[in-house]
């Protein structure tokens, strides 16, 4: 008798499914991220991890495994072949180039559209049910791109968008006023790049708007220049880019929300990319972030934020944007 059969009395097959599987497609420097942050965040137990570098993912696998005995009952697999990603209920997608010191998020987009025309059959073929979560950039092209191949229906195609701008608008905003971000209630929508949009005329503490107190804020004329803070925003990608060449941490941390918002069917709201033809006026077919519901089925719906005139103009000026690019994207 083996020593397994020694030690243990069989009584009924283990069971397989945790009901939380997430794949994670590209274990670079976003993708290891958001696994670490799910991981030690306790938002999922059961990770597939697939990437192209075979020597990579079996490293980051390994060293992950060997940190089991400090998590709560983790299951890390890697593998270049996708069979290993079946049942998922999340896939994110995390592969594909990143900017150099330089370029623009935009200037990735055939690059990456091509990687997805890899991956994203495959992670369909395996996970039919799972809701997708895009972060790989240009974030709201890719979310189409992703809604064209996958063939999903648009609520389970969702990406990242500017849930993280958000989170650094919130930072700089307890920066500046002393108080906790997580108190600091404030929204970047539209595209997660260059032309995203700050909601000034929603920012409030406790439901005290800022804009009631000065009315010019976020706007060129205001004399406290806010708006420098939305500028700040922005930069953000290119100032740590230039400074470590990458970002990762707070992406990691912000898909790990996103995830554990749909394992745990919060019907929590956060700003992600997704399908907007026909809100606030926009009538091109493009993706870009608008605080929406996310749960089990991933976005079950989108606030009906109320925005000014000139928060709808820029709105619509990402949309256009968007939607010029997508039309140069070969399939
Ligand atoms: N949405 C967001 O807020 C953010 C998005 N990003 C984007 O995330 C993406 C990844 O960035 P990093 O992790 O820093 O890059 P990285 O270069 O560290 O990792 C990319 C990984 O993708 C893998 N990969 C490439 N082609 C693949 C394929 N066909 N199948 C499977 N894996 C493949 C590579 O082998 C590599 O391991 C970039 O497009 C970057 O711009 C980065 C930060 C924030
Ligand atoms: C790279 C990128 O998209 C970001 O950190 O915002």
Redesign the pocket.
Known sequence: MATVERLLHPMHPKADDTGNKVTV???????MAAVFSMLTQGVSNNIAL????ED?LRGEMLDLQHGCAFMKNARINASTDYSITAGSKVCVV??????REGES?LD?VQR?TD?LK??IPQLVKYSPEAVFII???P?DILTWVTWRLSGLPRHRVLG?GTN?DSARFRYLLSEKLGIAPTSCHGYIIGE?GDSSVAVWSGVNIAGVRLSDLNPQIGGEQDPEQWRRMHQLVVESAYEIIKLKG???WA?GLSLSQLVGAVLSNANSVHPVSTYIKGQHEVEQEVFLSLPCVLGRGGVADVVRQPLTAEERARLHASAKLMHGVQAGIHF
């Open positions: 497609v590209g274990t670079g420097q976003v993708g697939v990437d192209v570098m990579k995390t592969a594909g180039v990143r900017q998020r990735l990456n990687v890899i991956i972060a790989s950039n974030v990242s993280l997660h990458y970002t990762s992406i």
